[in-house]
């Protein structure tokens, strides 16, 4: 954004006046941006093996769910083989256990006591002495009772049995089901494994095979970072590049019998068929971008032709730089380029680096003033008007600021006489020039 600043030359020369008029004025804001692809995913290898089956060319053309590549990975058909074996062992459950037999013997047991009572009894009515027998009929009625109480009893204790068993049959089938359950759970898994070995394009664009890897020297540099005392590490990852030991990266290839392991970068899919502008954008003109805001492009890679972009979404959340700068992501729609023959510019490609201007503020036919004219006063701005020959201090509130241009929306008007240039010098009631 340009600031309005009083700096129209130098000491000693005299005040330049003109009228105010109307103009356009354009409010710009330049931020540094980035071309983006629409979409783009990097594949892994889902498992430790070889690279079976390559079915794709690097650069090539690809679609969404097209095979790229099968990894093959003994090690994920064995768990698949053990997880099987596991649940069909499962699946044989475990034994139920016997319920009690004790009601037929019960039933035996009372079928003798019957026989041994009518025997009883047909003994008793044989007796002719009535004391006497009185006597025995008491007996064999304390008999009966006697038995019936132990035949509760009895009874009771294999109603408590059964009951138990079946309690034992019931946890222990729930058991057996709970491990089946976690014994199907892993088959399903493996079996998932296993099908996450056919490589997928998880989007539609162009394939690059392989990716860059770490070096190992990298690798064994932040080992040796890491068993340093807590209060020198950082100082001496500055000194070795500000990256835990400044380690380069390695680019991989991917063929056919490639080993790979579990994480290992098969691919990246680009799919650059509509391309978009990330740019960041400072705190201090971030509230004046919009949706919709138009903006005009240069890129770093064809640096004489011009593109097109239009705001689509500006981000919530800051972003600091190590020089303590808070910018503000902003997604813009990008469109075709230009070359100053007015031919058509080349396509950009994702990561290539950008100079966005985003037309913030665009006012037409507006009260305006030259950007020479106005002088900050603490938090404010002012020009010189010119009262009847003599300089009068004249506040103004200003709307869009362009290179050259302001918009003034109070404090003057249409036609007046002010100072535009060589003000800075100038104090209150001072002369002005004719």
Known sequence: MVLAAGCGGSSGKKPVLAKVARGEVRELVEAPAVVTAKASATITSPAQGRVGRLLVRDGATVKQGQTLMVISAPSAQARLKQAKAADEKAASGTAPVPATDLTGFLAGQDTAAAQAFDTAQ?????????????????????????????????QQAIQSLDDGIGGLQQALSTVAQAQRTQTQAAVLLAQEAIAALIVKAPVSGIVQLGGATASSGASDLSGQLSQLPAGVQGQAAQLLGGSGGGGSTASTTVSVGTPVGTGTTLATVTDGSTLTLSADVDETDVLLVRHGVTATVQLDAVPDASYTAVVQSVGQTPTTSAEGGVTYRVRLSLGAGSNPDRSAAPKPRPGMSAVAELLVRDARNALSVPASAVIRDGSRDFVWADDNGVARKTYVTLGAQGDTLLQVLAGLRLGEQIVTQNGENLTEGQKLPR
């Open 122 to 154: 047909q003994a008793i009515d044989l007796i002719p002495d009535p004391a006497a027998k009185a006597a025995a009929q008491t007996r064999l009625a304390q008999a009966k009772a006697s038995y019936a109480t132990s035949r509760s009893q009895a």
